[in-house]
């Protein structure tokens, strides 16, 4: 049960930030306006969207870099029988580390989503700043290497026959960081839009 409260909590305000950075957003996005002015512009949306979704994507990682440390120790944390048993996925040692760096996936997870919040949060604080567009580019970048990289994790899902829910969330959270970029792309494309101040 606390497992599943917890996924919710990682997973709920990353599909809120996904709904932002689409196109159905701008309902939600209209009706809270009027306490987050950010939330007026299409930009200040798509950025405010991808705050969220990088955050929590940084805070699921940490959880499984948490998870795999208190394994690693002798712990338990979601051991289970069924199909959704995170404790068999981060508790192996041969699956549980980047074929790179030897890093566990967790630790990447930290590292690559705290990167990308930085550089949302430069986006957002300084929308025509002088990194702005190599910001957009890098996050593209790295969360479309970040797809390689789930389906990689995937098929260790698929060959131990296990699904780690903390891990698909992080999974969802690139994808919609993904998405995320590739519509800051397009908008920056456009000067107009990007520094219009409605939609």
Known sequence: MLDNLLVAAYLLPTLFGLLLVTPFGKSAGDSLAGRFEILS???GRITAGLQMIVFFGFAVSAQTFWISSKISEGGNFCTSS???SCDDLLGNNDLNVDPLFGLSWGM???????????????IKNEPDGEYTERFI?????????????????????IQESKICLYCTTA??????????????????DDKSA?????N
């Open 82 to 84: 069924s199909v959704f």
């Open 171 to 188: 999974h969802i959270a690139n994808v919609a960081a993904l998405i995320g970029f590739l519509r800051l792309r397009k908008l920056y």
């Open 41 to 43: 512009t299409e930009r």
């Open 137 to 157: 580019t890098f996050g593209t970048l790295i969360t479309g290497v970040g797809i390689l990289v789930i389906l990689l994790l995937v098929s260790y899902e």
């Open 194 to 198: 990007w520094k219009g101040k409605s």
């Open 108 to 122: 990447l997870g930290m590292m690559t989503f705290a990167f990308l919040l930085f550089m949302v949060l430069v």
